[in-house]
């Protein structure tokens, strides 16, 4: 049984970083391909950025040159790590296994002063 769970949102000023984590079990991170979503407010879910099992990553426009996608293999984690957030960085944070289809439950971003 696969299950991702999320941690690491939270309330955050703007121009602040937040690391997001995924921990993954029933499933091996390194041999998957991984992503990061996000779901704000009356939107429709958006991919954020991705790390394929070779780690190459890919990121939305928005979010180039301020987000990190990473992993720990050794620990079986996935990282989301979020410098210089803006307002329009709020969100619920999803982590996803991107072979088998599954989510976490989500992890509440808010950016706000």
């Known amino acids: 049984q696969v299950q991702l769970v999320e941690s690491g949102g939270g309330l955050v000023q703007p121009g602040g970083s937040l690391r997001l984590s995924c921990v993954a079990s029933?499933?091996?991170?390194?041999?998957?391909?991984m992503a990061w979503y996000r779901q704000a407010p009356g939107k429709e879910r958006e991919l954020v950025a991705a790390?394929?099992?070779?780690?190459?990553?890919n990121y939305a426009d928005s979010v180039k040159g301020r987000f990190t996608i990473s992993r720990d293999i050794s620990k079986n984690v996935v990282y989301l790590q979020m410098n210089t957030l803006k307002p329009d960085d709020t969100a619920v944070y999803y982590c996803?296994?991107?072979?088998?289809?599954?989510w976490g439950q989500g992890t509440q971003v808010t950016v706000s002063s």
């Open positions: 996803h296994d991107r072979l088998r289809g599954y």
């Open positions: 029933g499933v091996t991170i390194g041999l998957n391909a």
């Open positions: 790390i394929s099992s070779l780690r190459n990553t």
